[in-house]
């Protein structure tokens, strides 16, 4: 797909029109180029801007009333109760929220206050949970960059894709918005790091391989976390100087959370069946 | 309460076509930017619709039928008060949504903050003062949530139509808005 190609297809992918090869290319080319990437999201916040701002009203009881009173109907009750049904929009999904430009992202990252456990804690590399609190915290302070700024799932989940050996989940966090992505790794294992802002708040999210975690030659975590994983509950700690950590299991993805909130507010932004909470330790 | 006294045509009227007066108020609110004329909107087009209800062929698009009342209804009443063309030139259009992509480019990421600041007011009005025919779909497509299928159903016209219409009517609509966030100190001098 060319540029030309490309911008045709932007209102398509807006709206969720574009399937099967089509996206895949669309989302590659916006993977690789950041200027039809920025044509994208800016008719994309346009949209975003809308839905958020614009919110459908109701139609006003009088108005309802003197239809049904113009059209001889003596029962404006049933009116209004027919009223009530399901607007077009409420079938929608609240999907898309405020798309917050790269700027932002890197700029919030570099100003935000180092956090007191800002060393890499190279000692504990192959810990997952050391690994991603020193992401966490190299996030923070700055050292640590996206290298890819979006706040497209689909673009980040295209910077990600064929390079892991494990599917990245680009979660949809509740009143978050994906803002950027970084990919490293450790021991030779592929690690994902996904930011979340909402407000001038940030979720942290780490993924790696299970399979790998529960092979604990290349990455390890403590017996007792491996145990709770592995009965299908998440693990939880809010040790970390009024941060909270959870870790979860999605098939072959260890998944981990990490931010300057407690346990059910966290919980209350990701993606984790009830059945499976509480899991703290 | 079970109406007494009511015939077939109303109760038929009562269930098939009222159900959708939050797509039309919503729709004329958009278009009018007036509460006042939205009401004044929507009852006529339920009492225009009642009116010719036997007109409508049932089991089709009940939605489409309603919005083609209202549409009339609003060319009739609004449209030439307001002075607007009865048609928009779309090459006229596409000049200036080509010129003012390329001049504004580079600056749009920064830029994208201020509209936070805008009031809801301010998107309204953006929206009311897009062309007739741009307004329409962005109405449909952004805020009602109808499909490009539905969309073109209403207007009667292709679906690259409703497509190429959004594109440029947010385009549009973009610019407007950057100009209000610029007017009011909020946009970045890109």
Known sequence: ?281 | MKAIGKTSKQREFESEALPHADLLYNYALRMTNNSADADDLVQETFLKAFRFWDKYEKGTNIRAWLFRIMKNSYINRYRREAKEPDTVDYDEIQNFYNTIRDESADSHDAQDSAFGNLLDDDIATAIADLPEDFRTVVILCDIEGLTYEEIAEFLDCPLGTVRSRLHRGRSLLRTRLLKYAKDRGYAVEG
């Open chain 1, 1 to 281: 797909m060319n540029c030309r190609q490309f911008e045709e297809q932007i209102t398509s992918a807006v709206d969720q029109y574009l399937q099967g090869d089509d996206r895949k290319e669309f989302y590659d080319h916006a993977f690789r180029c950041p200027q039809c990437r920025k044509a994208f999201e800016r008719e994309r916040f346009i949209k975003t801007l809308l839905q958020r701002r614009l919110r459908i009203v109701q139609t006003p009881h009088e108005i309802s009333h003197a239809i049904v009173a113009e059209t001889g109907s003596t029962d404006p009750d049933a009116l209004l109760h027919s009223l009530q049904a399901p607007s077009p929009r409420s079938h929608r999904t609240a999907r898309f929220f405020l798309a917050v430009a790269a700027v932002f992202v890197l700029g919030f990252l570099v100003v935000s206050s180092p956090s007191p456990d800002s060393s890499p804690l190279s000692a504990q590399r192959a810990d997952v949970i050391a690994q991603s609190a020193a992401m966490y915290a190299g996030l923070l302070a700055g050292w640590m960059k996206p290298q890819i700024s979006s706040a497209e799932p689909e673009v980040l989940e295209a910077f990600f894709e064929g390079k892991t050996g494990f599917p990245v989940h680009v979660h949809s966090l509740r009143d978050y918005t994906p803002v950027g992505a970084l990919l490293n790794e450790a021991s030779g294992v592929p690690l994902a790091h996904l930011v979340y802002t909402s407000n001038g708040k940030t979720v942290y999210i780490y993924q790696t391989c299970w399979n790998t975690v529960q092979d604990g030659r290349k990455l390890k975590i403590p017996d007792q976390v491996k145990k709770t994983l592995c009965a299908g509950r998440p693990y939880i700690d809010e040790s970390f100087d009024g941060r909270t950590f959870i870790l979860w299991t999605e098939g072959r993805t260890l998944c981990g959370a990490i931010a300057r909130m407690g346990q059910q507010d966290l919980l209350s932004h990701l993606p984790l069946a009830e059945a499976s909470l509480p899991g703290a330790r």
